[in-house]
């Protein structure tokens, strides 16, 4: 490194902020070319590009870390906050930010401690969600038509379950290849779980009626892979029933708690998908051999019971000849009974005819009758009208007694204004007044005298002489 110019009291060279990061850099880089870390990862960040951006913690201190695309595509390990590893690989310096990282090659779970407490946490939170409930799990089918299998394609586990269907039962199996172990292990098993359900029923690949997820033993850091959470929520949420079979019978992954039914083995797990075909015919012709026992008593027991039944029941010949029987006394009983209702009826309807009278007699004993009915209604109406006429005769001399013209011939009048409305008393009569009095043999025309006061009622004799027919009132 060379400074660029010299300047000051003391002679000092002069760098630039590049050349003393390099310098910096490489003297980082040589010192520390491999080195191994123990820390907690905090702030995880995963890159669209698939790097892995985190950092290494301490009580004390921080270190920050990066892991390029194809390490990451190597790790055997799932990265998460909170895991506490041992990462590998060499310091060096970010001079954009002025920072010291290291490149992570490798990384491990920092002793098997740190990883059963990380799958203790992740198992209580998923059994909190209730993915682990007793009630979601449903029964395996007894004879499969298709068994889908979720495994890694070479290796003894495939052939072993192979091997076991076809001894024990011979179905058509279909093989989902995945990696069984490192970091994307668990996004393939996952993603074949859901690719099984996502098939058709009656489509070209057949649909499974239920699926084996199946890895040899290992290690805990080998089995991590089954027990990452979208592995777990993918067994979950699978329609199709699973049967887990990871490891050796010891081993426990989480899948095994979400799964339909857990299998100590991957052989054991073919054993539990599928009986055996020579227990199921013998089982058949057992059960044909007591159906067809069965049958054969039930034939036996029901000719006993039709014979016993049979010895109580009359010969139908017998049967026959009493009918026969009953029908001829019924036939002599019927006819005569016939004569003798006949012979009734004709004895009712002489005494029936002695008793008619000729109609021409009725009718004149009915014209008579009728005859004299009318003479008694004609006397009736006349006697009726007698009396309505006399009592019509005193209403009329009563009403006549009683008119107002009977009145007038014995003295009295009526005077009537020249609106023709009768005058009652002598002070609705002005001075002037012209008025009517009519008498029983006839009318005479009046005025008041105008010199008299109407308040004295007194009436005169009117003085005009224009009409000398016309009377006065005195």
């Known amino acids: 490194m060379h400074p660029n110019t010299v300047a000051g009291p003391h002679n000092l060279p002069v760098y630039t902020v590049s050349e003393i990061a390099q310098a910096l850099k490489r003297h980082i880089e040589r010192h520390f070319d491999v080195v191994r870390v123990r820390g907690e990862i905090s702030g995880f960040r995963p890159a669209a590009s698939g790097h892995l951006y985190f950092t290494l913690k301490d009580a004390d201190a921080v270190l920050d870390a990066v892991c390029w695309r194809g390490a990451a595509q190597q790790l055997s390990i799932r990265v998460e906050d909170g895991l506490e590893v041992i990462a590998t690989g ?6 954009g930010r002025s920072r010291y990282q290291i490149l992570v090659e490798t990384m491990e779970a920092a002793g098997v401690g740190a990883l059963l407490k990380l799958l ?3 198992r209580r939170r998923l059994a909190a969600e209730g993915l682990f409930e007793a009630s979601r799990k449903r029964p395996i089918p ?3 038509d298709v068994i889908g299998v979720i495994t890694s394609p070479t290796g003894a586990v495939i052939s072993d379950i192979l091997h076991r269907i076809a001894d024990r039962c011979p179905r058509h199996v279909i093989v989902w290849p995945v990696l069984v172990q490192g970091a994307e292990a668990a996004a393939q098993v996952a993603q074949a779980i859901a690719g099984f359900n996502g098939l058709a029923a009656d489509g070209p690949v057949p649909r499974p009626s239920v699926v084996i997820v199946a890895r040899g033993g290992g290690s805990l850091e080998d089995l991590w892979a089954f027990n990452e959470e979208i592995v777990v929520r993918a067994v979950a949420a699978s329609r199709i029933p699973v049967i887990s079979a990871i490891g050796h019978e010891t081993d426990t992954t989480l899948i095994d708690h979400a799964a339909d039914i857990r299998a100590p ?3 054991a797990a073919a054993e539990m998908a599928v009986p055996v075909r020579a227990e199921l015919s013998a089982r058949l012709l057992d059960t ?3 159906s067809a026992a069965g049958i054969n008593r039930r034939l036996a027991d029901s000719r006993v019971r039709l014979a016993v039944a049979g010895r109580g029941l009359p010969r139908p010949s017998d049967i026959v000849n009493a009918a026969r029987q009953r029908l001829d006394d019924w036939s002599d009983r019927l006819d005569k009974a016939l004569r003798l209702a006949t012979e009734r009826r004709r004895n009712a309807l002489g005494r ?3 008793t008619l009278v000729p109609p021409l007699a009725r009718i004149a004993r009915s014209r008579e009758r009728l005859a004299a009915e009318h003479r008694g209604l004609e006397r009736e ?3 009726c009208l007698a009396g309505r006429r006399t009592c019509l005769d005193h209403l009329h001399a009563r009403l006549d ?9 014995r003295g009295f009048a009526l005077v009537h204004d020249s609106a023709d409305r009768l005058v009652t008393s002598a002070t609705t009569l002005a001075p002037g007044q012209a008025f009517a009095v009519t008498f029983a043999d006839g009318e005479v025309a009046a005025i008041v005298d105008p010199g008299d006061k109407p308040a004295r009622g007194r009436l005169k004799p009117s003085k005009r002489g224009g009409n000398p027919d016309q009377g006065v009132l005195i």
């Open 90 to 95: 060499r310091l060096t310096i970010y001079p």
């Open 120 to 122: 203790e946490e992740r």
């Open 142 to 144: 007894f004879l499969p």
């Open 265 to 267: 083995t991957p052989t």
């Open 288 to 290: 044909a051999a007591r």
């Open 352 to 354: 029936l005819t002695a």
């Open 381 to 383: 109406i006349h006697r």
């Open 401 to 409: 007694a009683g008119s107002y013209q009977r009145v007038l011939e």
